[in-house]
């Protein structure tokens, strides 16, 4: 069950907002009983990159002996 506050990993690519799967995001909301979710994702320096409003399908909780990796966001303009 995912939570607020709760890490979790993009699933999809969403190239509208500089975002590819992998990415890990923080829910920052909870719609419903799960139905839905807004999630921050933030880039290593601080800056919030994109919250955006996904269904459960779209993001996954961060599994056991994964790692993180660093890569540059696309500018979206």
């Not at 933030?42 to 660093?70: K, N, Y």
């Amino acid at each position: 069950m995912i939570r607020e506050l709760d890490s979790v990993v993009l699933t999809a690519d969403l190239l509208e907002h500089g975002l590819r799967a992998g990415d890990v995001g923080t829910v920052v909301l909870v719609h419903g009983n799960g139905e839905g979710f807004e999630v921050e994702f933030i880039a290593l320096d601080g800056e919030t990159v994109a919250v955006v409003s996904l269904f459960p399908a779209q993001i996954r909780p961060i599994r056991q002996r994964e790692i993180t990796h660093a890569r540059k966001v696309e500018e979206i303009f």
